[in-house]
């Protein structure tokens, strides 16, 4: 069993405690009934939309195309498969819809199965319920613990999903044809829950088959025995399109049991983008040494930079299309830029680490083992690599600088440098040095309102990130000249 965290409504954390009713008698006296899974997930999710909110939080992007498939699968009561690249959200999908379950459900203490008290599947529950009647020991589950997932690997056996014969059990005395002989997988161990298989093209074909009848006759078959156990789950796999078809494949007759095949994609909109960014990225932490470190901030600008270059890159020719880039590209990115601030921070004596674009190249070396080239057969050290990533990162602030600053009038910066002054930055540069070099910025506020500082949160080091920016914005629009060398940026006329 996997426990599931960070997914609201699923957290491990319960919002309430666990009902009363502690034996078979007192929770059929209380009026409970069971209710299959499928009709547990759709009555909530019908509840959800009747109200308005979203039927599942946190999937940024899917609102208008992927999530109304979804939700049409979950009514219809259909096991469902996830095709998408990587870096999706495909496995975040399928665990929050664990916050579709009742929140806590009945299950007969000792169950290997989660049988529910009312609907016994098992010999040993029905023996346990005929022994001990209406005072039959009954416990509580949690929806945190009603969620099994199994990363489909070449290895995966029929044993490690469905189950196998347990030799100790067999040694203790049982005879090879008593079901209790058996060891149950994963599958049968998520009973009254919801399964999923990651990556199902990699797992073997043959192994494949032994999901058939989970999947259609809702039960399972072990070796030569007779196992009849009505499951009542709901299955979801996932899988990438080019595993789908080349790497791997879904064997058709499994294809043709799943009841719905949605299709993923990365966000459609650069808001989404940034709003994924700003939900997923760890950019604050908590060691309780350095409290001034813990919160660095990051502009809105830099943000907006670090997505626009997610999605120039998933646009490259240079890059294979099939494989895709992964968001996780865009949010390890801006946790390096994070981390970036916070080490000069630490080094130069900053009061608040704030991010600056002289962190954003530190992301190019971080991410290139992210990104899969096209030219599969170029040397995995060429520094060509380098240089595409460097440019589109490039590309990528010249955007967000003419989408923040159009109009912005920043001819009094510019005339700093008539004279033939420069400006020196770089890493480990403080921003009371960087505003040292400059003094006086004419209209310095109204670039930092542009850029959504507000006006009684402005600090140096937050001044000093939005001249930067300007200071690149104009390098890039042929305004300025700039001259790197290592560690060091200097900006001249």
């Not at 049982?174 to 990556?199: A, K």
């Not at 801006?334 to 000069?344: H, P, Y």
């Not at 955007?399 to 912005?408: E, S």
């Not at 002054?421 to 480990?428: C, W």
Request: hydrophobic fraction near 40%; proline fraction near 6%; aromatic fraction near 4%.
């Amino acid at each position: 069993m996997v426990e599931v965290t960070d997914i609201p409504g699923a957290t491990s954390a319960p919002s309430s405690p666990s009902p009363a009713p502690t034996t078979l008698g007192e929770l059929r006296d209380g009026g409970a009934t069971f209710r299959p899974v499928k009709a547990e997930l759709r009555t909530n999710l019908l509840a959800r939309l009747g109200r308005g909110e979203p039927s599942l939080p946190g999937m940024v992007g899917f609102e208008d195309t992927v999530l109304p498939e979804v939700e049409r699968a979950i009514i219809a009561g259909h096991d469902l498969v996830l095709l998408g690249e990587r870096g999706q959200g495909k496995t975040r999908l399928i665990r929050t819809l664990v916050g579709l379950l009742d929140e806590w459900t009945p299950v007969l203490v000792g169950s290997e199965l989660n049988e529910h008290p009312l609907h016994p599947i098992s010999v040993w529950a029905h023996r346990r319920i005929a022994e001990h009647g209406d005072a039959t020991p009954v416990g509580w589950l949690h929806r945190s613990d009603r969620f099994g997932e199994k990363l489909a690997t070449p290895d995966t056996s029929v044993g490690d999903l469905i189950g196998d014969v347990d030799p100790i059990k067999v040694a203790e005395g049982r005879t090879l044809g008593d079901p209790e002989t058996v060891h149950y997988g994963l599958v049968p161990r998520t009973n009254r829950g919801i399964f999923s298989v990651n990556e199902l093209p990699d797992l073997a074909e043959r192994i494949q088959v032994a999901l058939l009848n989970v999947l259609e006759e809702r039960d399972i078959q072990i070796r030569g025995y007779r196992v009849r156990l009505p499951l009542d789950l709901l299955l979801v796999a996932s899988a990438n399109p080019e595993d789908y078809t080349n790497r791997g494949r879904i064997i058709t007759p499994l294809k043709d049991r799943f009841g719905a095949e949605v299709r993923t994609h990365y966000p459609l909109e650069l808001s989404d983008e940034i709003r994924l960014l700003h939900q997923e990225a760890h950019v604050a932490w908590s060691d309780g040494a350095h409290d001034a470190f813990e919160h660095p901030i990051i502009p809105e600008h830099l943000a907006e930079i670090i997505a626009r270059f997610t999605r120039l890159v998933r646009e490259s020719s240079h890059v294979d299309q099939r494989s895709g880039v992964s968001a996780r590209f865009a949010i390890a990115s801006l946790e390096t830029i994070a981390a970036s601030a916070v080490r000069r921070a630490a080094i130069a004596g900053e009061t608040r680490p704030v991010a600056r674009v002289v962190d954003l190249p530190s992301v190019v070396p971080a991410s290139r083992g992210k990104v899969e080239f096209a030219d599969s057969g170029a040397d995995p050290d060429d520094e060509r690599e380098l240089e595409i990533l460097e440019h589109l990162l490039r590309q990528a602030t010249a955007q967000t600088f003419r989408a923040r600053c159009a109009g912005l009038d920043l001819t009094g910066l510019q005339e700093h440098f008539t004279g033939g002054e420069t400006v020196e930055s770089g890493e480990l540069v403080p921003a009371p040095v960087l505003l040292g070099q400059l003094g006086t910025i004419p209209k310095l506020a109204e670039l930092l309102g542009r850029l959504g500082v507000p006006e009684g949160e402005q600090s140096a080091e937050q001044a000093a990130a939005a001249v930067e920016f300007a200071l690149e914005g104009l390098y890039l629009t042929r305004r300025l000249a700039k001259d790197t060398d290592g560690t060091r940026t200097i900006y001249g006329a």
